[in-house]
């Protein structure tokens, strides 16, 4: 069994990696498009060229703003104080509910720690809105489901 500061720093360093690996793939799918449409030769064709070319730049930056909402949410996780105690739920907290166990940092939604569901939320989802400033031992409703929260880390 592992403890739950444990738990907290793995669900912590493994959205780390997951953001590392988003922006990685980000900045490879940008350089190859900046690569196609820097290459792309003047045909015949010339609306077929300038049709390409208004794509290409659209999916650049539609691929730019993913990259930088990535980027985003990994400088909004790096605010959290991993080794911090809390005993509300808060910005940084594990929460251990009967029904789930909610990290409250950036929506990532469901991720597999030890090969156990976790679900990182943000404050502003409504399981977050929910959970904001409850303590071990508090029980609220969710979706006609009752909750109790067993521990806070």
Same mark, same amino acid.
């Given at each position: 069994? &592992? ?6 720093? !793995?669900?912590?360093n =493994?959205?780390?990696?997951? $953001? %590392?690996? @988003?922006? #990685?793939?980000?900045?490879?799918? /940008?350089?190859? /498009?900046?690569?196609?449409? %820097? ?13 390409? *070319?208004?794509?290409?730049?659209? +999916?650049l930056?539609? $691929?730019?703003?993913? !990259?930088? #909402?990535? *980027?985003? $949410? @990994? #400088? =909004?996780?790096?605010?959290i104080?991993?080794?911090k ?9 594990? /929460?251990?509910?009967?029904?789930g ?9 469901? &991720? ?5 569901p976790?679900?990182?939320i943000? $404050?502003?989802?409504? /399981? ?6 409850? @303590?071990? +031992? ?5 979706? %006609? *489901?009752?909750?109790? &929260?067993?521990?806070?880390?």
């Amino acid at each position: 069994m &592992i403890n739950g500061f444990t738990l907290k720093n !793995l669900i912590y360093n =493994e959205l780390i990696n997951i $953001l %590392d690996q @988003k922006i #990685k793939e980000g900045i490879a799918a /940008v350089a190859s /498009v900046k690569a196609s449409r %820097d290459n792309e030769t003047k045909s015949s064709m010339g609306d077929k060229y300038e049709t390409g *070319r208004a794509m290409m730049q659209n +999916e650049l930056e539609r $691929l730019n703003v993913s !990259l930088n #909402k990535t *980027r985003i $949410l @990994k #400088k =909004e996780l790096s605010q959290i104080n991993i080794n911090k105690e809390n005993t509300l739920a808060q910005f940084g907290s594990l /929460v251990i509910t009967n029904q789930g166990h909610y990290f409250i940092s950036i929506g990532m939604g469901e &991720i597999k720690v030890d090969n156990k569901p976790y679900y990182a939320i943000s $404050l502003a989802s409504p /399981v977050g809105k929910a959970l904001f400033n409850k @303590k071990a +031992e508090d029980d609220f409703y969710f979706q %006609d *489901r009752k909750f109790i &929260i067993e521990n806070i880390f």
